[in-house]
């Protein structure tokens, strides 16, 4: 049964369909109005949300309907481009721009507190939408697949760093056109966002508002901090002037009080027949409070040095798993990256390659696959990810080539774009492993440094 819902419509079309809902575009038989009525016929997936509360609260849905077996989620449709396409067709100019990302931000606000893979579904650049007069809605679609079942929080922080990317300048993170386009306050916040650099939602959203950029664009924040400050400074003036007031009065009960406590103070002085008992334990109490104090926070600062010490090396020690003597000893003459300290993803160290020409090719890390921490890849399909930071923006070519003693077995090739003085992840799948060894190389198109770093291996689904 479908609670009354296609009594009234008409189905046009389908607009998506998967194992867990159908996705339809139906008009509406009297009015001609179209709508997307989302039947999740999975309702596992959702158990934990309650979408009636939910539209209550923020009254995202035009309607929201339930059987015994399905939800049914109801939006009103139109064939608007989505923000991506809009932008790619249209000159904006900055502060619709920053009107357009203070906008995402907002709904990113919004559904903050829900599960991180209904967050990220809702969220995707898709549904931003932009109607005729320019404005930006979004259509709160809920897609639900496996892949983004298992989406996290970095992945969400990563999406709005694409869709920030794409306001700015039309294109994803991954798409490095016209990235000289994007204002230096958004690109440091689009490269927190990509390298996950943020803890809460909220701390994007403040660092966005925060930013020069914005302020600029709405003076009125600069206005109410002023508005603030003189209410502050009137505050202020007003406790002066009451003091004023009083302070005569003031003056007449000291007059009377201070000759009463002159007398009492004479008494005390001359009573010597009085015993007074001291605890002698008392005496040093602030010094050793103080001490102690003075001591735990000492420990404290110690144990966090050594944490962040412990952490670092986890970090080098893992980036040694990946160029160590063994790498070493198969380079058989090749240019070699060198171990570098001036610039890390993380830990204290990564690998660094200088050219003094473009088009070197350099061997950057190694994996042993006879090696037990590495024997889950064998015969399995893989990805190796890596984080590349370059002293200027520049093309470059990752490939990574599968052994089986000299012999190639396989052998990949990606080329990237490594932005100026921003770690950026990439990652290059490899097929099938039945090798014993996995060499990767990097060649840059330019003069310049590249530093890489934190690698990573993966079992492709």
């Given at each position: 049964?479908?609670?009354?819902?296609?009594?009234?419509?008409?189905?046009?079309?389908?607009?998506?369909?998967?194992?867990?809902?159908?996705?339809?575009?139906?008009?509406?038989?009297?009015?001609?109005?179209?709508?997307?009525?989302?039947?999740?016929?999975?309702?596992?997936?959702?158990?934990?949300?309650?979408?009636?509360?939910?539209?209550?609260?923020?009254?995202?849905?035009?309607?929201?309907?339930?059987?015994?077996?399905?939800?049914?989620?109801?939006?009103?449709?139109?064939?608007?481009?989505?923000?991506?396409?809009?932008?790619?067709?249209?000159?904006?100019?900055?502060?619709?721009?920053?009107?357009?990302?203070?906008?995402?931000?907002?709904?990113?606000?919004?559904?903050?507190?829900?599960?991180?893979?209904?967050?990220?579904?809702?969220?995707?650049?898709?549904?931003?939408?932009?109607?005729?007069?320019?404005?930006?809605?979004?259509?709160?679609?809920?897609?639900?697949?496996?892949?983004?079942?298992?989406?996290?929080?970095?992945?969400?922080?990563?999406?709005?760093?694409?869709?920030?990317?794409?306001?700015?300048?039309?294109?994803?993170?991954s798409n490095n056109e016209?990235?000289?386009?994007?204002?230096?306050?958004?690109?440091?916040?689009?490269?927190?966002?990509?390298?996950?650099?943020?803890?809460?939602?909220?701390?994007?959203?403040?660092?966005?508002?925060?930013?020069?950029?914005?302020?600029?664009?709405?003076?009125?924040?600069?206005?109410?901090?002023?508005?603030?400050?003189?209410?502050?400074?009137?505050?202020?003036?007003?406790?002066?002037?009451?003091?004023?007031?009083v302070a005569p009065f003031?003056?007449?009960?000291?007059?009377?009080?201070?000759?009463?406590?002159?007398?009492?103070?004479?008494?005390?002085?001359?009573?010597?027949?009085?015993?007074?008992?001291?605890?002698?334990?008392?005496?040093?109490?602030?010094?050793?409070?103080?001490?102690?104090?003075?001591?735990?926070?000492?420990?404290?600062?110690?144990?966090?040095?050594?944490?962040?010490?412990?952490?670092?090396?986890?970090?080098?020690?893992?980036?040694?798993?990946?160029?160590?003597?063994?790498?070493?000893?198969?380079?058989?003459?090749?240019?070699?990256?060198?171990?570098?300290?001036?610039?890390?993803?993380?830990?204290?160290?990564?690998?660094?390659?200088?050219?003094?020409?473009?088009?070197?090719?350099?061997?950057?890390?190694?994996?042993?696959?006879?090696?037990?921490?590495?024997?889950?890849?064998?015969?399995?399909?893989?990805?190796?990810?890596?984080?590349?930071?370059?002293?200027?923006?520049?093309?470059?070519?990752?490939?990574?080539?599968?052994?089986?003693?000299?012999?190639?077995?396989?052998?990949?090739?990606?080329?990237?774009?490594?932005?100026?003085?921003?770690?950026?992840?990439?990652?290059?799948?490899?097929?099938?492993?039945?090798?014993?060894?996995?060499?990767?190389?990097?060649?840059?198109?330019?003069?310049?440094?590249?530093?890489?770093?934190?690698?990573?291996?993966?079992?492709?689904?």
């Open positions: 049964m479908s609670n009354g819902i296609f009594d009234k419509l008409k189905v046009l079309d389908i607009y998506l369909e998967n194992e867990f809902q159908k996705i339809l575009i139906c008009e509406d038989k009297h009015s001609n109005n179209k709508f997307l009525v989302n039947a999740i016929t999975d309702i596992s997936k959702i158990e934990d949300i309650d979408f009636f509360n939910l539209n209550n609260k923020l009254n995202i849905y035009y309607q929201v309907k339930e059987t015994e077996d399905v939800l049914y989620l109801i939006n009103k449709y139109s064939e608007n481009k989505n923000v991506k396409e809009y932008i790619n067709n249209n000159s904006i100019k900055l502060s619709r721009q920053i009107n357009f990302a203070n906008f995402i931000l907002d709904k990113l606000k919004a559904f903050m507190d829900l599960p991180t893979y209904i967050t990220y579904s809702i969220l995707r650049y898709d549904n931003f939408i932009v109607d005729s007069k320019g404005n930006i809605n979004l259509l709160p679609l809920l897609v639900i697949d496996n892949n983004y079942l298992n989406v996290k929080q970095k992945d969400v922080f990563y999406s709005i760093g694409d869709k920030l990317s794409i306001v700015f300048s039309g294109f994803e993170v016209n990235k000289e386009d994007i204002p230096p306050d958004i690109k440091s916040i689009i490269g927190k966002c990509i390298n996950n650099s943020y803890t809460t939602y909220e701390e994007l959203v403040k660092d966005f508002r925060t930013s020069k950029l914005y302020r600029l664009v709405n003076p009125e924040v600069e206005e109410s901090k002023r508005v603030h400050s003189m209410r502050r400074s009137m505050k202020k003036t007003r406790r002066k002037f009451k003091f004023k007031k003031l003056i007449i009960i000291l007059a009377i009080l201070i000759p009463v406590l002159v007398v009492k103070g004479f008494n005390y002085l001359n009573d010597k027949d009085k015993t007074y008992v001291v605890d002698s334990k008392n005496d040093d109490s602030v010094d050793n409070n103080k001490e102690i104090k003075d001591t735990d926070e000492e420990i404290k600062d110690n144990d966090n040095k050594k944490e962040k010490k412990k952490e670092n090396n986890v970090e080098d020690e893992s980036l040694n798993k990946f160029f160590n003597d063994k790498l070493k000893a198969k380079a058989d003459g090749e240019n070699l990256a060198e171990i570098d300290d001036t610039r890390s993803f993380k830990g204290n160290k990564a690998l660094k390659v200088t050219s003094d020409k473009s088009g070197i090719k350099y061997l950057v890390a190694g994996i042993d696959l006879t090696k037990d921490e590495f024997s889950f890849l064998n015969e399995r399909k893989g990805s190796i990810s890596m984080w590349l930071n370059s002293n200027i923006g520049q093309k470059a070519t990752i490939s990574v080539t599968l052994l089986k003693g000299e012999k190639v077995l396989n052998k990949k090739i990606k080329n990237v774009y490594i932005p100026k003085n921003m770690w950026e992840l990439y990652n290059i799948d490899i097929g099938s492993i039945n090798g014993d060894y996995i060499k990767i190389h990097i060649t840059p198109n330019k003069k310049g440094t590249v530093w890489i770093d934190s690698f990573d291996v993966d079992v492709l689904k």
